[in-house]
């Protein structure tokens, strides 16, 4: 049901554009208005979730570990695995960033006769993971030639690195094959595994959709179809400049790829995608473990009045004493003589 839902989804989303290109010739509301809906969308959705999470409280130290923590001297501790500073913490954060440190560590099991229990390693969906945002990534960039005027100094040898297998004219990049394979290959690990499956939702086949889609549209545009790359640019800078025209003969192939673009920015504060800027105001890793160091008191606790076990033996020595509990203060002597209690 839900990979139906989503597939439908993306289907109309390039319907609308098509129908609208070709049939209404609403060029301008999807060159210019869409584009600019999508920018305020991604920039105030970003801002209030950032905002969100920042009040969010976090009176105690919860990070996930995995190594062996600080204690006695001749213990080796696992400074990455489990930190309790804040050096430690951002070389913990960087291999999370930049190698999808937790992502590396994951493994799956099943159970088999006898019963017997099986661990498999899973570095495939890392690696498929890491391709993806490291050529998302390279193509955002590589895309900047669009919107400056004057290229900056280090896309153009991103570019020629990217495109150094040249095959055919224009040159085929490798991260465009890169993005297409590894969304493909999450797309396909969702259906064919029955546990992904079942816990699968919309929203988690409509991303991939999406970005699968993109990817079709972006490469149409630069290998199968006629599309003129200086009017692209063309209408890119009038964006930046808020100054939008949309020229004639774009061609209505990159208009989808555009609203597609546009729907993604606008979508992506609010969907499981935000992880992206979530990693980094996350508790479970941006903190170091040391609640065995440091004590942490929450300055979210309002004041409670307690009553204290010296309190409640003064308030109960003498029933206690009866019942024979122990207690840290005998009565007095007087109080124990049968004449005491008589009185």
């Given at each position: 049901?839900?990979?139906?839902?989503?597939?439908?989804?993306?289907?109309?989303?390039?319907?609308?554009?098509?129908?609208?290109?070709?049939?209404?010739?609403?060029?301008?509301?999807?060159?210019?208005?869409?584009?600019?809906?999508?920018?305020?969308?991604?920039?105030?959705?970003?801002?209030?979730?950032?905002?969100?999470?920042?009040?969010?409280?976090?009176?105690?130290?919860?990070?996930?570990?995995?190594?062996?923590?600080?204690?006695?001297?001749?213990?080796?501790?696992?400074?990455?695995?489990?930190?309790?500073?804040?050096?430690?913490?951002?070389?913990?954060?960087?291999?999370?960033?930049?190698?999808?440190?937790?992502?590396?560590?994951?493994?799956?099991?099943?159970?088999?006769?006898?019963?017997?229990?099986?661990?498999?390693?899973?570095?495939?969906?890392?690696?498929?993971?890491?391709?993806?945002?490291?050529?998302?990534?390279?193509?955002?960039?590589?895309?900047?030639?669009?919107?400056?005027?004057?290229?900056?100094?280090?896309?153009?040898?991103?570019?020629?690195?990217?495109?150094?297998?040249?095959?055919?004219?224009?040159?085929?990049?490798?991260?465009?094959?890169?993005?297409?394979?590894?969304?493909?290959?999450?797309?396909?690990?969702?259906?064919?595994?029955?546990?992904?499956?079942?816990?699968?939702?919309?929203?988690?086949?409509?991303?991939?959709?999406?970005?699968?889609?993109?990817?079709?549209?972006?490469?149409?545009?630069?290998?199968?179809?006629?599309?003129?790359?200086?009017?692209?640019?063309?209408?890119?800078?009038?964006?930046?400049?808020?100054?939008?025209?949309?020229?004639?003969?774009i061609g209505v192939i990159f208009f989808i790829h555009l609203f597609l673009v546009s729907i993604l920015l606008a979508y992506f504060p609010f969907s499981k995608?935000?992880?992206?800027?979530?990693?980094?105001?996350?508790?479970?890793?941006?903190?170091?473990?040391?609640?065995?160091?440091?004590?942490?008191?929450?300055?979210?606790?309002?004041?409670?009045?307690?009553?204290?076990?010296?309190?409640?033996?003064?308030?109960?020595?003498?029933?206690?004493v009866e019942a024979g509990l122990p207690v840290e203060k005998e009565l007095p002597a007087e109080a124990t003589t049968p004449q005491a209690g008589k009185e």
């Amino acid at each position: 049901m839900g990979i139906r839902f989503s597939l439908a989804a993306v289907v109309a989303l390039v319907l609308a554009v098509f129908l609208g290109i070709k049939a209404a010739g609403l060029t301008y509301f999807f060159g210019v208005c869409v584009p600019y809906a999508a920018i305020l969308a991604f920039v105030g959705g970003v801002v209030y979730k950032v905002l969100k999470w920042r009040r969010s409280p976090v009176p105690f130290r919860i990070a996930t570990t995995a190594g062996q923590q600080k204690s006695l001297p001749w213990i080796k501790q696992d400074r990455l695995e489990n930190p309790v500073t804040k050096k430690e913490v951002v070389g913990r954060m960087l291999l999370e960033v930049f190698l999808f440190r937790s992502l590396f560590r994951n493994t799956k099991f099943q159970m088999d006769q006898g019963p017997k229990l099986y661990y498999q390693w899973e570095k495939w969906l890392w690696l498929a993971g890491l391709l993806f945002h490291y050529a998302f990534f390279i193509i955002l960039v590589r895309h900047l030639r669009f919107f400056t005027n004057s290229l900056p100094f280090f896309v153009e040898p991103l570019e020629r690195l990217d495109g150094f297998l040249q095959v055919g004219l224009p040159g085929v990049y490798i991260t465009d094959a890169l993005f297409i394979v590894a969304v493909t290959y999450l797309f396909i690990r969702r259906i064919v595994i029955p546990q992904m499956r079942y816990m699968s939702l919309p929203a988690d086949y409509f991303p991939l959709l999406l970005l699968l889609t993109i990817g079709v549209t972006g490469i149409m545009t630069r290998y199968f179809t006629k599309v003129d790359l200086l009017k692209v640019k063309q209408l890119a800078m009038s964006l930046v400049t808020f100054n939008p025209i949309v020229p004639e003969g774009i061609g209505v192939i990159f208009f989808i790829h555009l609203f597609l673009v546009s729907i993604l920015l606008a979508y992506f504060p609010f969907s499981k995608l935000m992880h992206a800027g979530g990693v980094f105001l996350s508790p479970t890793r941006n903190q170091p473990n040391d609640s065995r160091i440091v004590r942490h008191i929450n300055p979210w606790n309002y004041p409670v009045k307690v009553h204290t076990y010296a309190e409640y033996e003064d308030h109960f020595r003498e029933k206690m004493v009866e019942a024979g509990l122990p207690v840290e203060k005998e009565l007095p002597a007087e109080a124990t003589t049968p004449q005491a209690g008589k009185e």
